[in-house]
């Protein structure tokens, strides 16, 4: 890419979309206007304000890959695809999903995605689909990693909670390297500034020696699977040395009289033997947090889908409220965003293997059960939307079964992914630089901001962008009102915006049911009106309006103004005229408490002291004989990229993910660096190429994320690079209370090969 020739003229500002930031970016394109040739830090965006990671530079590989679907494919008889056009298409989905719904019920088709990696606004499209077919149930990527965290925060402080590092005097990562995997803007900048600081105090609770690790005043290299048992002990600490701040507790808590009940009684001794932490250490770790004037914590991944997971999500709280730090510089906050991200409200349970579905979504472990069961409420039809679940959830050997079992199955995606090739029908879509995208993940304090991206480049011929998709669905449904979307294009062009708004709000007055297509009536109407390119960025003028009547105080304090409901179309314009990200909020500290229900956080959560109060008899057992290593299953690093990224040539180094083993086990089984090896969970089996390396715990392994992903060579044959990690996990090795998986602690065993 370093040969081609750029357009120095002009740099054009959009968002990387590698994690869940979206930094500010400013990109140069090719003479032709095809290629992202350069890229730079985006100085204007309020948040990242011009950092970027390495990743960010490889953005083209993205854009521009060699396995573009072009057409709509239909699975043949012999297993292959055939080309089909896009009213064919059409015609035929919803007639397949329309007969399902039909004759058993829109209950039976399941909605997985809609909100990949940078790839939101097609969320709020599948909606209208959704809801014109009858769906009832749906999962994303969020199923297998946050739903625990989001229901223990939901029922202790009424939402998600982030926290201000920038400001904090002790900082807690558990489970989470920052170094890779970022979750606060200008993380590598930032981590660095934490660890030069006297006053402040880094603390890492993690098994492998991380570049974050490298940087902690603390690392607490716990074993395995046992973070439970540490941060049992600390809260044990806290309590039993009487370190908590009794008049904070009183006057903005409930229940603390529960909490102190069991943990007067835990074996502080016992969770250090178990956790492999020394307990002098745990004990003045504890002492740290308890003491400090400001704590900020992240949690992440790395417990998030391990053993005990939600229980830990509790602890770790725990550990920050008993001592104040909600609400505060360097502390603990809820934002205030457009979207309801992490809203961990419990709704019912799925239909065939009762899962807890947490904030909408059905637990990702179950997916592949509520399909192959024999049970008649068990899925029939599902679409899956910028996502590949084949690949990406616990044991892929059963999804590819259970994909196959469905009577009718959809993926909207660029590419022929490892779940497009399970599918019925695939339909080729936009990427997201071919139309306006965003991202819903607005977690910033005291000031919140959103960028909606332009396009960068025009789609080929063949393509659409996923509002037209869902637009064309909901219309050969039958649900997508014409007489309502003729009279509202009439508004708009008799009386504009103002005509358009009250005749919307009316609509939805005499028929709330209309509000179930909304996004595709704004798409067909009010997004006619934008700028080029913008008429997918429609959706989001409702949650404008939302946001802003929820929030006026905010919006205004933002420099955002509008007499009644002006001030939700003033937002909503100011977002689309904005070429970087648009700050929507300013809040004060004391504003936190708004979204907390009763101003009271509940710290009495009955299952959760429960299960912390059994950790002292319990007696963790995470291997056997058969299987005495534990593996990490998608680690991030340097160049990994979930399966966003399949062109193996973005990886500048790490080419095929090898494998990572600590020095004595690779001995002991006469591996090095270079060669090959064997990896057999009770699930599957994988070959992988083998790295030493001393950060490593003896009895961990690990396998990146992003690999094991098939690309066409220039022969255009299809190669697979490095090993697909889910190929050995299992869908029953799972959280006990919302089933998300124990993907970091994989029972396997390793063997050399060749």
């Known amino acids: 890419m370093a040969n081609k020739k750029s357009n120095s003229s002009e740099w054009k500002s959009t968002a990387c979309i590698l994690c869940t930031l979206n930094c500010g970016v400013k990109v140069q394109l ?25 990743k960010a530079s490889r953005l083209n590989y993205y854009q521009n890959r060699e396995d573009r679907l072009l057409s709509p494919m239909k699975r043949n008889a012999e297993g292959g695809y055939d080309p089909i056009d896009w009213d064919t298409a ?26 990949g990696q940078g790839n939101h606004l097609p969320g709020a499209y599948a909606g209208s689909t959704l809801a014109s077919l009858g769906v009832q149930y749906r999962s994303n990527a969020l199923a297998q990693e946050k739903t625990g965290e989001f229901w223990v925060a939901n029922r202790m402080a009424g939402g998600y909670n982030h926290a201000d590092f920038e400001h904090a005097e002790v900082v807690m990562f558990v489970g989470k390297n920052p170094w890779q995997s970022h979750g606060f803007h200008r993380a590598r900048a930032e981590l660095r500034e934490m660890a030069k600081d006297p006053d402040r105090t880094l603390i890492v609770l993690d098994p492998k020696r991380t570049q ?88 992440d991944l790395g417990t998030q889908m391990n053993r005990h997971s939600t229980l830990v999500s509790y602890l770790q709280r725990l550990t920050w409220m008993l001592n104040g730090n ?100 695939v339909l080729p879509a936009t990427t997201q ?47 997508l009102p014409e007489d309502i979307i003729y ?64 929030n006026r105080k905010s919006v205004e304090a933002a420099g955002i103004t509008g007499d009644g409901l002006m001030l939700g179309d003033n937002l909503f314009d100011a977002i689309i005229a904005g070429p970087s990200a648009v700050v929507i909020s300013k809040e004060e500290w004391s504003d936190v408490w708004q979204r907390v229900p009763r101003e009271s956080i509940n710290l009495d959560l009955p299952d959760m002291l429960e299960a912390a109060g059994k950790l002292n008899s319990e007696a963790p057992q995470e291997t056997t004989e058969e299987f005495p290593f534990l593996l990490s299953a998608g680690e991030r690093r340097d160049f990994t990229a979930n399966t966003i990224f399949r062109n193996p040539a973005w990886r500048r180094k790490d080419a095929n993910g090898a494998m990572y083993i600590n020095p004595d086990d690779a001995a002991r089984l006469n591996l090095g660096d270079g060669s090959s090896a064997r990896i057999t969970s009770e699930g599957g089996v994988v070959d992988t190429i083998v790295e030493v390396n001393d950060r490593m715990q003896r009895g961990h392994i690990s396998i990146p994320n992003g690999l094991g992903l098939d690309y066409p060579d220039e022969q255009g044959q299809l190669k697979v690079t490095g090993s697909s990690p889910n190929e050995l996990t299992s869908s029953y090795l799972a959280d006990e209370f919302v089933g998300t998986p124990w993907h970091k602690s994989v029972p396997v065993r390793v063997e050399a090969i060749g």
């Not at 019920?105 to 809609?114: A, E, N, S, T, W």
């Not at 020394?278 to 308890?290: F, H, Q």
Request: hydrophobic fraction near 40%; include cysteine; proline fraction near 5%.
């Open 433 to 479: 630089f071919e139309k306006a995208e965003a991202t819903f993940f607005n977690f910033e304090f005291p000031e919140n901001y959103f960028h909606m991206r332009a396009p960068l480049f025009t789609p080929p011929e063949g393509v659409l962008d996923e509002a037209e998709i869902h637009a064309r669905i909901a219309q050969a449904l039958g649900t």
């Open 326 to 425: 909600f609400a505060k510089p360097g502390a603990a906050y809820t934002p205030n965003g457009l979207g309801k991200i992490g809203d961990g409200r419990e709704e019912g349970k799925s239909p065939v293997a009762g899962g807890r579905i947490i904030a909408g979504i059905v637990p990702a472990n179950t997916i592949p059960d509520e399909v192959l069961a024999d049970h008649p409420d068990h899925y029939r039809g599902m679409i899956i939307e910028s996502a590949n679940p084949v690949h990406s959830l616990p044991d892929s050997p059963k999804w590819r079964q259970a994909m196959r079992a469905l009577e009718c199955s959809v993926v909207i995606d660029i590419a022929m992914t490892e779940t497009a090739r399970q599918a019925d029908y």
């Open 487 to 550: 009279t509202l294009n009439n508004a708009l062009a008799q009386g504009g915006r103002d005509a358009f708004r009250e005749l919307v709000f009316a609509k939805l007055s005499e028929n709330p049911d209309i509000g179930k297509v909304a996004p595709v009536l704004l798409y067909r109407t009010l997004g006619k009106t934008l700028p080029k390119g913008m008429q997918n960025a429609a959706a989001l003028w409702a949650p404008c309006h939302q946001h802003a009547m929820t």
């Open 212 to 299: 974050t690790a490298d940087l902690a005043d603390i690392h607490l290299p716990v074993k395995v699977g046992r973070d439970a048992w540490i941060l049992a002990g600390m809260v044990a600490v806290i309590i039993q040395e009487n370190l908590q701040d009794d008049t904070w507790l009183a006057e903005h808590t409930t229940g603390i009289d529960a909490v102190v009940e069991v943990f007067k009684n835990v074996d502080i001794e016992d969770c250090a033997e178990k956790s492999g932490i020394d307990e002098v250490i745990i004990r003045s770790t504890a002492r740290t947090i308890a003491k400090a004037k400001s704590v900020a914590v992240f949690e």
């Open 30 to 54: 090719n003479v032709e206007g095809t290629e992202i040739v350069r890229t730079k830090g985006d100085d204007d965006h309020p948040a990242s304000r011009g950092y970027l990671c390495n």
């Open 90 to 115: 059409i015609e035929e989905i919803a007639s397949r999903l329309g007969g399902i719904r039909d004759e058993h019920g829109g209950d039976k088709i399941f909605y997985y995605g809609g909100g």
